[in-house]
């Protein structure tokens, strides 16, 4: 196997520099990262191990934000307090991701920079208005975030240093229902997340493996009936050995359809 | 490259790659072949191990990561009183087949506690042989008494 270029930076200017010199990949969780390089999907020579980083797995309370530092992993956010005091909608949705043994390692913040159309995480984050956060300083509205199939707003040079969520978020009424072939470590055949305000006057519909990225619903937010069928509209799903087309648009109907629902029950 | 960390209780020094894996360094190098590989991708849970007391893909994790920390594997695991009572649990309850994923299995019984949910918790690790049940049925019954 050919020989790979390893740095382990010790501050983020440091390792913005590595990464903007190399070209390099991020080593976060890995849980991403080596299965590409064990199945040889990427020309990995350089990996930018950023563990050894001080200060970038808190999550705090910061300037009317949750901020969540870029290698809290799954399972630390899963169980922090002050992430299930104020957004629990992110905890229900890490429960149904990957196993016991990868949320252990990979991160949230790794999780959308991988950029799979299917990130799971994505969908609370799309849904609770969170910001990235890059290199200590820029932010990110994680609605543009997203740019392709694997594709971020990232520059080389770039890191995701944290997530951000504002406080007021935590007074939307959440919903998340994700479809899958088995319960844990497989990728959803699709999956919908939705926000509403407490007047239930503003809604966010965030849809999962169902577009080049995982998107928002903006029509299906503003029509005033039959959102689940606006939605279903709004995506292109494709034909691949886990669902059809066909198939994946009927299940956004119903999940967005039960997404509501239990909002409406919510708000009872 | 040198590192330093602690495999079932012993102190190791170990001179390689930073980005070898975790699970060749402890069967080539340290001669434990109770993790097993099965996928090599995360996915199928035969590999875990236990490093600082979580539960982690060894087929995941690079030494670089492990310097400084201590992994427990399914045959340190087998010398503690926990562990002891899982193993003889597991054969009790016929949850025992080819053996190929049982130290995966063993390795996350012994992580849990009694708030752990069973099925939650060993999600992330596949049988070929026994059909799932008797496997949960050992571990429910072990972690009645875990702490």
Redesign the interface.
């Given at each position: 196997m050919k020989k790979?270029e390893?740095f382990?930076p010790r501050s983020i200017e440091e390792a913005a520099q590595i990464l903007a010199d190399t070209r390099g990949f991020v080593?976060a969780?890995?849980?991403d990262l080596?299965?590409r390089m064990?199945?040889r999907l990427w020309d990995i020579r350089t990996?930018v191990?950023i563990?050894k980083i001080p200060a970038i797995a808190e999550i705090a309370v910061t300037d009317g934000h949750l901020s969540i530092g870029c290698l809290s992993t799954l399972?630390q956010i899963q169980s922090d307090a002050l992430v299930q005091k104020h957004f629990p909608l992110l905890p229900r949705v890490i429960?149904q991701m990957?196993?016991?043994?990868?949320r252990?390692?990979a991160t949230m913040a790794g999780n959308i920079c991988n950029a799979s159309p299917a990130a799971d995480t994505a969908l609370p984050l799309l849904c609770l208005d969170a910001e990235v956060v890059v290199n200590g300083s820029r932010s990110i509205p994680i609605a543009n975030f997203f740019t392709g199939p694997g594709k971020t707003a990232l520059s080389p040079g770039e890191l995701v240093t944290s997530i951000r969520i504002p406080l007021k978020a935590s007074a939307y009424k959440t919903s998340f229902h994700r479809l899958g072939i088995r319960?844990?470590?497989d990728i959803a055949i699709a999956a919908v997340c939705v926000s509403v305000s407490p007047d239930l006057k503003e809604f966010r519909i965030a849809l999962g493996s169902v577009a080049p990225i995982p998107m928002r619903a903006t029509r299906a937010e503003k029509a005033s009936s039959g959102k689940h069928e606006v939605a279903a509209t709004e995506c292109s799903p494709i034909d691949d050995f886990r669902a059809s087309k066909w198939y994946r648009t009927e299940m956004i109907k119903v999940l967005t359809k039960r997404c509501l629902d239990e909002i409406q029950l919510q708000s009872k | 490259m040198r590192f330093n960390f602690k495999v079932n209780d012993e102190k190791i020094e170990i001179d390689c790659e930073q980005t070898a894996r975790l699970i060749d360094v402890l069967r080539n190098r340290l001669g434990l072949v109770g993790v097993h590989e099965g996928c090599s991708t995360g996915e199928c849970g035969a590999c875990t191990v236990l490093v600082n007391g979580k539960v982690v893909p060894s087929c995941l994790v690079i030494i670089a990561d492990v310097d400084g920390k201590e992994v427990m594997t399914v045959e340190g695991i087998a010398r503690t009183e926990k562990g002891k009572e899982i193993v003889k649990t597991f054969a009790a309850h016929g949850a025992i087949q080819c053996g190929f994923c049982t130290p995966g299995y063993v390795s996350c019984a012994y992580a849990m506690t009694k708030d752990d949910d069973v099925v939650k918790s060993v999600e992330g690790n596949l049988c070929r042989c026994t059909g799932y049940k008797k496997i949960l049925e050992a571990i429910e019954k072990v972690s009645k008494w875990n702490t």
């Open positions: 790979i390893y382990e080593l969780g890995g849980t080596l299965v064990r199945r990996i191990n563990k399972s429960a990957a196993s016991w043994q990868v252990n390692i319960q844990g470590l | -």
